[in-house]
């Protein structure tokens, strides 16, 4: 029996080894059970929350799911999918613009309603407000957008993309697990079958990261996957942009702004006209916005329009927001769709009644807030003169990151020109003395604008006026002046004029005890450095503020300018 004991020890320290050895190895190499929480791994909050995978990620986009259908929010479709839906909050609209159709659902109703088909039904709502949040349905949202997108459950996910290419594919030799990681005891979030195609996201060791088209996602065993193939994505491109046919000028544009303040000032036209060349439309200031909720003061006249068809030029009236004689600017017409469809009813009309050829949008004086508001109008107004055989044309300030919100890409879709008000570089409230209009602020203006302007659809406009300025103990004033006041400005001073090759522009000035006098003046040698600048750049024409501020001997530079 003594003999027996040290055996049966060692019999005994066998298993344990043994036992340990098996349990080692189990721990380390056989494949585990343990299935992962798919809501948790994908981040599902709750039963309506579908995360979105987006390019093969998981993003930290969310689509929601009201009723039957998934839903993206606003600011994720504006900045990911389609920028062109306009939200107005204070009716609770969601628009659409085509070139020539606009179509609007309004927020929580099904169906909506198309500016040339009418009213349209549908299951579900395009558009549905949660909070604060707007929402609008991945179906709407496709139906003028190219992208692809796949609604799952099981757990909720939503696969999106956007961009088309080249891909690493793989097919699965035989049935595995996919894990949450390259091992064998990371949890397990789906079986793959054999034949399943997939998409290799990364290779780590003897793991591969890869996607199913169903928007699983985790990590296989190489062994398991054949040697990766290079696929061609195939892209979304059903939705097709449409064409769009801009009304054109022969030649150059050359449009003189008119400022007509009331009805009566329509009859001194054809005296401004005397010794002027080369305009071919001319811009009266008729329609200036008279209130808050879009209603217009018409200065129309049917003389006018016969004194300019007499003389060979075009009539393309302005709306404005300022010439109105209470000195408001008015802007929150913008904010609804009736405000906005009152204004431009009102303008079309008009135009269409007295039989000119054009409407010049210049609303003027907007915060950021109204940029988006104003986009949207300009997309309206142009829908209605394009269906209206009108031109339409906008003005816009020289774009700095602060306006931004005017959207000149935009905009230039829209409108069959874009003018650029390349002045007001000093003005009224400025803390330094300085030009209105110096050759390089005139040449920037132009650059920035080609960035999203094209070329042969934009317009310069050049200032008939300066500035006269006074710096007195530190306070800087001005005053506006026509060409001939800047001459007599400099008189009254005794100043003398120098060329000034950095502004482009004559310059003077005089010391007079403790105030010193400024000027920086606009005559026919600074307009013809700008029309140099115009005509470097290829853009289509130029625009004067104002007429009747000129001196005659500039038209000649710009008759050439025009005839070239």
């Known amino acids: 029996m003594k003999k027996a004991v040290p055996f049966i020890i060692t019999v005994i320290l066998i298993a344990v080894l043994g036992g340990a050895f098996c349990k080692l ?12 929480d798919l809501d948790e791994y994908y981040g599902v909050q709750d039963g309506d929350d579908f995360p979105v995978i987006y390019e093969n990620f998981v993003s930290e986009m969310h689509a929601r799911r009201f009723g039957d259908t998934c839903y993206l929010d606003f600011e994720t479709v504006k900045s990911l999918l389609n920028d062109r839906f306009y939200y107005g909050k204070k009716d609770g609209t969601l628009s659409y613009c085509y070139p020539d159709e606009q179509i609007v659902a309004t927020v929580g109703n099904t169906g909506w309603v198309s500016s040339k088909s009418g009213a349209q039904e549908t299951s579900y709502a395009p558009a549905v ?59 397990i979030i789906a079986a793959v079958e054999q034949g399943t195609d997939v998409l290799v996201l990364e290779t780590v060791d003897e793991w591969t990261r890869i996607e199913t088209a169903d928007g699983f996602y985790g990590y296989i065993e190489n062994k398991y996957l054949t040697e990766t193939r290079e696929q061609e994505l195939e892209p979304v491109t059903d939705v097709v942009e449409p064409e769009i046919e801009y009304r054109k000028m022969d030649g150059r544009v050359c449009l ?42 018409s200065k129309a006249s049917r003389d006018y329009i016969k004194t300019a068809r007499d003389n060979g030029m075009q009539v393309w009236g302005v709306l404005d927001n300022f010439q109105n004689h209470d000195g408001n600017l008015y802007t929150q017409f913008l904010e609804t769709y009736t405000g ?23 609303i003027e004086g907007l915060t950021e807030a109204e940029g988006p508001d104003f986009v949207e109008f300009v997309r309206e107004i142009g829908i209605a003169c394009r269906n209206a055989g009108l031109f339409i044309s906008v003005n816009n300030y020289v774009p700095y990151n602060f306006n931004d919100f005017y959207d000149l890409e935009e905009q230039a879709r829209y409108a069959d020109y874009v003018i650029l008000m390349g002045y007001d570089e000093h003005f009224a409230g400025s803390e330094e003395a300085g030009s209105v209009a110096s050759i390089g602020y005139v040449e920037y203006g132009i650059q920035e604008m080609l960035k999203e302007v094209p070329a042969d659809r934009l317009i310069n406009a050049i200032p008939f006026y300066t500035r006269g300025w006074e710096t007195k103990k530190g306070k800087v004033s001005s005053q506006m002046l026509d060409m001939v006041e800047a001459k007599a400005f400099m008189a009254e001073h005794d100043m003398k004029k120098e060329w000034n090759s950095t502004a482009g522009q004559y310059y003077a000035e005089k010391q007079s005890g403790d105030t010193l006098y400024q000027i920086w003046l606009e005559d026919k040698r600074s307009v013809k450095c700008k029309l140099d600048v115009m005509e470097e750049n290829g853009i289509h024409g130029l625009a004067v503020w104002r007429l009747g501020l000129e001196t005659n001997d500039v038209w000649d530079k710009i008759e050439d300018y025009i005839k070239k």
């Open 340 to 362: 906005r469809q009152k204004v431009i009813k009102t303008v079309v009309e008009e135009a269409l009644k007295y039989g000119i050829e054009g409407i010049n949008v210049d």
């Open 256 to 297: 003189a702004w008119n400022v007509i303040s009331f009805k009566e000032s329509n009859e001194f036209m054809p005296g401004m006209l005397v010794g002027t060349k080369a305009i071919n439309v001319l811009a009266p200031t008729w329609f200036t916005l008279d209130s808050e909720d879009g209603d217009i003061d």
């Open 25 to 36: 190895y189990y721990d380390h190499y056989m494949y585990t059970n343990e299935r992962q």
């Open 129 to 187: 407000l949660e909070g604060d949040t707007l929402y609008i349905a991945l179906e709407y949202i496709r139906k003028f957008t190219n992208f692809y997108y796949a609604v799952y459950t099981g757990p909720n996910r939503v696969v999106l993309r956007t961009a088309w290419g080249k891909e690493q594919m793989a097919t699965l030799k035989s049935d595995t697990n996919m894990r949450t990681l390259g091992g064998v005891k990371a949890p």
